[in-house]
């Protein structure tokens, strides 16, 4: 469980840190003045060192991090002088010095709206970048993933499939609607994203059992009662795959397609559980029981052994992790990044005077409301090791 905690502090810890590092270094690039560089959330605990005048700080909560820039929060556009209107208007001039010129460094609402974009989902980017190359180099290393067959049963729960006779070892080649033309299963991420979206509908299985071939009618569940890692036919799956190893020159295109594949496909499959989720607490009150903090992260690594495979398995960890935090950061919710960017597309529309006089109210809640989650998950995950 140690060995556990320090490998995934170390692996948030180097995420945060390139997630930082993205808007740090894309305000510099744009000459917004940067008053603070935060590991972790507020209070502060201490400054380890100033760069260029900026206090790079260890703060108390270790879940995060952030880039202060100064008038980030728009409090200063209500008064906003003639000479930070003049400062936007040469923006383009500014930014054509040679880069050896330091630029003279101004408030973050004096940016264009594609600048501000820019800084705002530089961390996300640098994020879902690092998780592609990170792929990328595991699939170089461990060979290129051959489906041996389509998605196979692993174990059948309780539910639809259950009920429908599905069995475990049954090899689903072709799925449909009921009365639609059969299409097949395909990769086993594809085929979940296909049945995740057709709750409450009658799917037909085309299954191979040994010698047997089978059309299988299975009413899947509703979306009120899927349940996480269960879905909504009830069954768990896999897809047994060989790692290849092509010729040395082929070998590196293989894994950039791949590992973008991958990359992509895995963004689609934490989108879909995402909307799942909004859906079920929206319309039923549900909160899943499977929403885990940082503390109910490292649980079930330990309990998975998830490390034990050395290196390469804590590069797929770290590549899935970042991938992670880049969807969450770019969700459209206040104070993150995504509920940011969405305030700057709003100025396009009723006007940034508007969307300045509740800026900084409304990330100032979100933050709070941000910080209560992450309290009241992991005070959730505490409670569940210990019972």
């Known amino acids: 469980m140690i060995f556990s905690i320090l490998i995934f502090l170390l692996v948030l810890s180097f995420l945060v840190l390139i997630h930082e590092l993205g808007h740090f270094l ?14 972790g959330y507020p209070p502060r605990v201490l400054t380890l060192f100033t760069w260029k005048g900026i206090p790079f700080t260890l703060n108390a909560l270790p879940f995060g991090g952030f880039v202060r820039m100064e008038g980030e929060d728009g409090s200063a556009r209500r008064e906003e002088p003639h000479s930070a209107k003049a400062s936007r208007s040469k923006g383009k001039e500014t930014m054509r010095v040679a880069s050896h010129i330091e630029v003279d460094h101004s408030p973050f ?5 594609l600048q501000r974009l820019i800084v ?9 970048l690092f998780g592609v190359l990170a792929f990328i180099v595991l699939f170089y290393c461990i060979g290129i993933p051959v489906s041996k067959t389509p998605p196979v049963v692993e174990q059948v729960f309780d539910g639809p499939a259950k009920t429908a006779g599905v069995q475990v070892g049954d090899v689903i080649e072709e799925v449909g609607k009921q009365g639609s033309v059969l299409k097949p299963a395909g990769e086993l991420e594809s085929f979940i994203r296909f049945v995740a979206h057709e709750p409450n509908t009658i799917l037909i299985l085309h299954i191979q059992r040994g010698t047997q071939t089978l059309d299988i009618p299975v009413h899947t569940r509703s979306a009120r009662d899927i349940a996480l890692g269960q879905g909504a036919l009830g069954v768990s799956l896999d897809q047994p795959v060989d790692f290849v190893h092509y010729a040395w020159y082929e070998m590196p295109f293989r894994s950039i397609v791949v590992g973008v594949q991958k990359s992509v496909d895995f963004s689609f499959t934490i989108v879909d559980t995402l909307e799942s989720m909004i859906k079920n607490l929206v319309t039923f009150g549900m909160v ?3 929403v ?5 992260i490292v649980k079930e690594v330990n309990d998975q052994h998830i490390f034990d495979g050395g290196v390469l398995a804590i590069l797929n960890f770290t590549a899935i992790l970042s991938i992670n935090l880049a969807i969450m950061n770019v969700l459209p919710f206040p104070a993150l990044d995504g509920g940011r960017a969405v305030l700057i597309i709003l100025e396009a529309i009723v006007g940034r005077k508007r969307v300045a006089k509740v800026e900084g109210l409304v990330n100032t809640a979100g933050f709070a409301l941000l910080l209560t989650l992450i309290v009241a998950i992991t005070a959730k995950d505490i409670w569940t090791i210990f019972h």
């Not at 894309?26 to 590991?39: L, Y």
């Not at 609402?109 to 709206?113: A, I, L, N, V």
């Not at 885990?292 to 109910?296: H, M």
């Open 26 to 39: 894309m305000a510099r690039r744009f000459g917004i003045k940067v008053e603070e560089f935060g590991f």
């Open 109 to 113: 609402y004096t940016k264009t709206k």
């Open 120 to 128: 705002i989902l530089a961390g996300a980017t640098v994020n879902f």
């Open 288 to 290: 899943p029981k499977d």
């Open 292 to 296: 885990a903090g940082p503390v109910g």
